[in-house]
């Protein structure tokens, strides 16, 4: 099993938050990387049409995705291609405005890694959002 590594999606004209993802790469407990994000507004309109087709699934989200969430989309699969292309066993992908409990962190890091046989994808939400899905396992609040 690989260890797990951590890719920070930052948008590079985002300025204002260049030294919290820098802050964020350095006490991460695992090897990060900071992926330029896609920027959305400088999307052509047949990059637009590729990625995204509002009707391709059902139920249709409720209303159209802009260009910045479209940009987002496209950021995270580039994490996600890197993921499979670096035959990581598994990873974190944060965006560049994420804030962690670091000593949380390194417990959920430690929980993840026992119980990775066991799951396939996880989606951990924003504190507060209540989290979906089957529980396959529970250990120290995680």
Known sequence: MSRPKAFIIHLERALSRKASVEALRERLPVESEILPAVDGQLLSPKAVEEAYVRARFSPRYPFALGLPEIGAFLSHRQAWRRI????LDFAFVFEDDAAIDFALFASLLEFAAAQRLRWDYALIPA???EPSGAIIARSNGH
């Open 127 to 129: 504190a507060g959002l």
């Open 84 to 87: 499979v292309a670096d035959n």
